[in-house]
Each structure stands twice: as C-alpha cells, then as structure tokens.
C-alpha cells in the first residue's frame, strides 16, 4: 500500500500439477491456493486432454466464488438496515461463506474509523484484516420524503452498498438502488424487494473481482515526494499543476446531501502528463469518477531535482460538501 505523501497548496492533497499416466486413463490432482485457502479438485477420467482441461476450468470458475468468505455490515444499524442486510446475507451464504453478522460488526467497530461510509484503503484494508474476510460489504439504507415541482410529495426507499476486497483495501463495486411510492410503507416493501437482484449482482461483482482488483495495481517503478529536509528533498521542486480543475460535486451527491472526502494518488512522468490515477479514499455517488476526470484533463509542471525531469506520484485530496443554491 502506498502511503500519502503529499499536499499541494489548498489540494490537501498457482498452481501445482503432477500427472500419472495408468494405461489409457489420466489422473489429474490439482491445488490451487487462494488467499491462504487450497482447493482441491477430484480426479477425474476423461479420453481427451482437451475435455480434461475445459472440465478443469468449470470446476475452478465454480467453486472460485462459493469460496469466498464475506462479512455484510451495516455501520448505521437501523431496524431497516439490519432487515436488508439480514435478507441479503441469507442469499448470499448459498454462493459464499457469509460471516457472522454479531461477531462482524463488533469486529468492525473495534477499528473505530471515523466516516466508515468514506474509507481510505488503508482503512479497509485494516477492517479486512481484523473480520479475516476476503470481502465486506458495506450497507446502509433509509426512508426519505421527498418533493418536487415535478410531482406531488412521495417517499423514496433507498440502498447503497460499497463491496470492498478485504486484502488489498480496494472498492470493487459501489451501487444505489432506489423506489418511490406515494407511501412509505409501499416504497420500503418495494425496496425489499430488490435483495434478489440486488445479491444476484454482488455475485457476478465478485465473481470477476480479481481480475478487477488486477487493474489496481500498480507495477510501475515512481519515486514519491520526498520529506522536507531529507537528503532526496535537496534542490528538489515538486510537480504542480498549470492549472487547478475542480472536480464537480455530482447531482446524486447533491441528492443524497453527501459531505465526503476523495484521496488520489496522481503518476506524473517527466514531460508532466498523467500516466495513472488512483483513488486512495472512495466516496461513491459518482465522485469518485469525477475527481478522476478533472485529474485526467490536468497539465502539470514535471517534478525537478537538480535541474532535471523526474517522474512522481503525488497525493491529491479533494472535500466535498453540499451548498445549497441560492
């Protein structure tokens, strides 16, 4: 995990084989380890390698998901939150090992992180660390009555769910999913009715996670801003942008009166363009995105150390909050 390390001015910035031929039969036992885990698959006769080896992967895709082991928390426990999270991880424990839930939640607050709906990925990666999940997800639900110029006054019963990769602190999935009705009792009995499709998703989310994980990381060899009075700190000038672009505080965000904080680590090569983008600190609600397109449109002056072009990564922090429009 790559550590913040900068701010700029108000930015406050597998597999074992072994194979016995017996006359015309083949035996095939393979391992394959998986976040401390070692599945074992049966041998099987088959009189075609190639059906042996398509036969091979079904069984790896198959058991790839049920293997996992998930916590379903829900940081603002509400009768209604607790309701959904309790429907969701009953479908979720006949694909996957669902922990639990008392045991998770008290483990999760042990970390007393302060915004747990806004969580760094060092921050998650800590929560997986101590509920020994491989992913967790977070919940959190309501009842809201809303009005319009559009329509007369209704309510609206919503979901939202951060899925998390509980090894690397990595956000896999953030979803919304919301119900109206001229009452609240009919929008919250809509709202329930969604744990179906609602777990069928989480499902496919996890089911192609670690490739989706893959895309976070960052092989690249980059030096990180130096500390100020240290040795790589000497006739050093840090890279900054020609100019600032403020990423916009999206119309869900403003919806849902979201107060939020996005960190981003920024890759800049020595001509000053972005090469990679990272988000440290996800917020959901589109912000995330929306920090990484104002990112992506930004010139920089390139990182200098005695007088020569250097490649850096920077950390960028961006607030938002709600401001009511006159």
């Not at 041998?43 to 996992?68: D, I, P, Y």
Request: aromatic share 10%.
């Amino acid at each position: 995990m790559r550590s913040p390390s900068f701010i700029i001015n108000s930015l406050t910035t597998e597999t074992r084989r072994h194979r016995e031929r017996q006359s015309k039969s083949i035996k095939v036992k393979r391992e394959i380890p998986f976040y401390g885990f070692t599945f074992l698959l049966l041998s099987f006769r088959f009189s075609h390698s190639v059906t042996l080896c398509l036969c091979g992967v079904l069984l790896f895709l198959a058991s790839h998901v049920s293997a996992q082991r998930i916590a379903v928390l829900t940081p603002e426990p509400t009768a209604q939150a607790k309701k959904y999270a309790s429907e969701v991880s009953d479908r979720l424990s006949t694909r996957l090992k669902v922990l639990d839930d008392e045991m998770s939640q008290a483990a999760f607050h042990s970390v007393k992180v302060e915004s747990p709906m806004n969580l760094s990925a060092r921050q998650a990666q800590a929560i997986g660390d101590v509920l020994g999940c491989d992913y967790f997800m977070l919940l959190k639900t309501g009842t809201l009555r809303r009005s319009s110029f559009a329509k007369d006054e209704f309510y609206e019963s919503f979901v939202t769910a951060f899925l998390v990769n509980g090894r690397s602190g990595r956000l896999v999935y953030w979803g919304l999913k919301s119900f109206e009705s001229v009452n609240s009792a009919e929008s919250e009995r809509l709202l329930f009715t969604s744990t179906g499709s609602f777990t069928t998703e989480i499902i496919e989310r996890l089911g192609n996670s670690r490739v989706l994980d893959a895309g976070y990381k960052n092989a690249t060899s980059i030096e990180e801003m130096p500390d100020a009075g240290t040795a790589t700190g000497i006739n050093f000038r840090p890279p900054m942008p020609y100019k600032r672009i403020k990423p916009e505080y999206t119309r869900m965000a403003y919806y849902y009166d979201i107060r939020a904080t996005v960190d981003v680590t920024v890759d800049i090569d020595r001509s000053g363009a972005v090469k990679a983008v990272e988000i440290e600190r996800w917020a959901g609600y589109g912000l995330d995105e929306s920090v990484i397109a104002a990112v992506r449109k930004m010139n920089w002056r390139p990182a200098e150390r005695n007088g020569r072009t250097l490649p850096m990564r920077v950390l960028l922090r961006y607030n938002f909050t709600k401001i009511e429009k006159e």
